[in-house]
């Protein structure tokens, strides 16, 4: 049996990598500080899974959910725990979206080359 245990680190640095990136463009798009607003996306990410975790673990706890072997428990926990992440993510990505929009500051190459003639 193949042992896919050393592709976790590679996964979770993509996440990373691809979480930052979104929340660098979406601040780069709005002229906010881009490397804040990236940071405090991966941050989302990890707040989410910890309270994911938090949430699986209280669940088992009151066994409102059912539990397996120690196997099924701990790869439920981590699928839980990266979906509530993800969604944490991207509530906190349209949030930030919406919130700028409003606002009206959009950077555009129709706005930076408006006054100039060719």
Do not use: C, Q
């Amino acid at each position: 049996m193949i042992d896919y245990a050393y592709l976790v680190p590679i996964i979770g640095i993509l996440l990373i990598y691809f979480i930052g990136r979104a929340f660098y463009n979406l601040a780069d798009k709005f002229n906010e500080n881009k490397w804040l607003w990236a940071i405090l996306g991966v941050v989302s990410y990890y707040a989410g899974s910890f309270i994911g975790g938090m949430l699986f673990g209280l669940l088992e706890e009151f066994d409102i959910m059912p539990s397996g072997g120690p196997d099924d428990l701990h790869v439920a926990s981590i699928a839980l725990a990266v979906v509530f992440a993800a969604g944490v993510v991207v509530a906190f990505y349209f949030f930030l979206k919406r919130m700028w929009t409003r606002r009206g500051v959009v950077i555009t190459s129709e706005v930076l080359d408006g006054d100039i003639e060719y």
